[in-house]
């Protein structure tokens, strides 16, 4: 099975009110390994129920004085069952961690790829750092349960079946003794399963929001220490930690009361199994040797360390089924952006035009109401307005991340609803507000995504976006410097380098549409001027779309369009909008005095 029909098996086998069955189907297309797995594992476990009758032979030879030659028989068979337990192990824990680990890549593969045909949407609701959560924790407490309770399973349930087939062999009356504990042991997982289910969700969302809590302190500390909030935030985050405590605490108390209660249960019963093997030999109720009343006896202790290990095991059990609810809900999220059976598209113009554009997001007002405009190919319109007007929607219905509610987005005469936009946005590219950079070379990051891209291509995107100074002033034009490393986010460079770096990113790609968000709004003067004398070069002969505030950004646009309540209240050229005297010319009288 390859990795993308492996992934499709996983979305659509994954159910979030079938979590057992959703893990027996993750692990499905490593059955036939898992299989050999287990058969390693009833051969190097075997001692665990074959040694007991070999103890109680060896035991009734000591009591009967001989013959010596049996008891070197017995030594022989005990050493070769023992001696096998090391290569079988071997074969058990190499295919059970293969499947394990397979299985692990097999879900984040999964959740990788379903998260990136989720919706803008889905990921603006949906804090990052609970995303990771369920791509890293989750899948780990799969693996955990995996490798704790499926070798515990096997030898509780082996161990079991051996006792109670040699059992019935040697001590026939005693087998209703062995068979009573198995329902006992499943009425007591069933119970706490039920009883842990509800505290483990608990505990799973308070781990959740904790999170996010971390995530949302991380992203604000230059703001919380510019403030001098230091304490403020650590004590929001210690209160998020305390509930994550506390939830911690009473599943740790259900999960430890059940296990002191079944394992005191288990050995009252083993010292009762011991006491009455014994008093039925000693009179002859039942004829019992010495050495079955130490084969039931130790067959009874083995049986219940084995049970009282599934009890022990069931809290991961039930946190790793857990895990696979949480998991089954990215699988299951309904908010995906269908692109399949749409029309690919080859090539593009860049002509855009909205057509009656109403979007409203779920529970509020509108927020774009009736826009209409056509925009030409190569055209550049700037987008301006006060904040929550609907620029960087407007922008986002032109990228396809949402739909329109009402009226259509065209691109090149073509409704973009009836378009594969993935093959779309291959022709588009975009400049953000804050620059996405990862820690890398120069080089990764300008060609970020693309293939065959020579060294003389990337640095012409970055002579392009006014960027050559980045490599440093001792390298020279071959590139050398292209090898040098921005940092994590881009920590190396400045604020405008990394801007410029994501134009060069953007010019690398020769895009004929151009979508830019605020692109020098958190820049200095002289970073403002480097970028700008960079964007030059980048809106030429490309439909270029600019959401900003700033008059040095916009003032060379073709049309300037001013929407205020999701609205296009006034558009046309820097010069027509000025002698209008409104909205457009009292926003550049404020920035020029």
């Not at 809590?213 to 004590?235: D, N, Q, W, Y």
């Not at 909205?354 to 979007?359: E, I, K, P, Q, R």
């Amino acid at each position: 099975m390859g990795d993308l029909s492996r992934t499709n098996a996983i979305e659509h086998g994954v159910v979030k009110t079938e979590p057992f069955r959703s893990f027996l189907r993750l692990l499905r297309p490593y059955r036939g390994r898992l299989s050999l797995s287990t058969l390693s594992f009833l051969v190097k476990d075997s001692p665990a129920w074959l040694l007991p009758p070999l103890t109680a032979a060896i035991i009734d030879i000591v009591v009967a004085r001989g013959p010596l030659p049996n008891l070197w028989l017995l030594a022989g068979l005990a050493t070769v069952l023992l001696t096998l337990n090391y290569p079988f192990h071997m074969l058990y824990v190499r295919g059970s961690s293969l499947a394990t680990r397979s299985m692990a890549v097999d879900v984040r593969n999964a959740l990788t790829e379903r998260l990136q045909r989720l919706s803008i949407g889905f990921h603006n609701r949906q804090s990052a750092s609970i995303v990771q959560t369920k791509v890293v924790r989750d899948v780990e407490n799969l693996e955990l349960m995996m490798q704790q309770a499926f070798p515990t399973v096997l030898s509780t349930v082996f161990t079991l079946t051996g006792a109670i087939v040699i059992t019935a062999i040697a001590v026939p009356a005693f087998v209703g003794v062995f068979a009573i504990t198995v329902p006992v042991a499943a009425l007591l997982v069933r119970y706490i399963r039920t009883r842990a289910g509800a505290r483990n969700e608990n505990f799973r969302l308070e781990v959740e929001r904790f999170s996010a809590g971390v995530g949302e302190m991380a992203a604000l500390i230059p703001i919380t220490r510019g403030h001098g909030l230091e304490l403020v935030a650590s004590k929001r985050v210690a209160g998020q930690a305390r509930s994550v405590s506390i939830a911690g605490q009473e599943l740790d108390t259900l999960n430890g009361r059940f296990g002191a209660f079944s394992w005191v249960s288990y050995q009252i019963l083993g010292v009762a199994c011991l006491v009455g093997a014994s008093a039925a030999s000693i009179t002859q109720l039942i004829p019992i040797t010495p050495g079955q009343v130490v084969l039931l006896s130790t067959y009874f202790t083995v049986l219940t360390g084995g049970i009282v290990n599934l009890l022990n095991v069931t809290p991961v059990v039930s946190r790793g089924l857990e895990s696979m609810r949480s998991i089954a809900e990215i699988m299951e999220e309904p908010d995906v952006e269908v692109n399949d059976g749409r029309d690919p598209v080859a090539s593009v113009s860049g002509a855009i035009e909205l057509d009656g554009v109403t979007f409203r997001y779920l529970g509020g007002r509108p927020a774009l109401t009736d826009i209409t405009i056509s925009i030409r190919a190569g055209e550049t319109i700037a987008l301006v307005g006060p904040s929550g007007s609907g620029k960087s929607t407007l922008l986002n219905l032109v990228l396809g991340f949402v739909r329109p509610t009402t009226g259509r987005v065209l691109l090149d005469g073509r409704d973009m609803n009836t378009l594969d936009m993935r093959s779309v946005r291959s022709h588009v590219s975009i400049v953000p507000q804050e620059s996405v950079l990862f820690e890398g070379t120069i080089r990764d990051n300008v060609a970020y995504g693309l293939t065959g891209v020579d060294d003389e291509s990337i640095l012409s995107a970055l002579r392009g976006a006014n960027a050559l100074d980045i490599l440093g002033p001792a390298d020279s034009p071959s590139g050398s410097g292209l090898d040098a490393i921005v940092g994590t986010r881009g920590s190396g460079l400045s604020g405008g380098q990394r801007q410029r770096l994501a134009i060069a990113r953007a010019l690398v790609r020769d895009p004929r549409i151009l979508i830019l968000d605020e692109p020098t709004s958190a820049l200095d003067a002289d970073s403002e001027g480097r970028v700008k004398d960079a964007l030059a070069t980048l809106f030429r002969d490309r439909t270029t779309l600019i959401a900003a505030h700033r008059l040095s950004t916009i003032r060379e646009a073709d049309r300037i369009a001013y929407i205020e309540k999701g609205r296009i209240v006034e558009l046309g050229s820097h010069d027509e909008l000025m002698a209008l005297g409104n909205r457009y010319a009292r926003i550049v009288s404020r920035q020029t005095t």
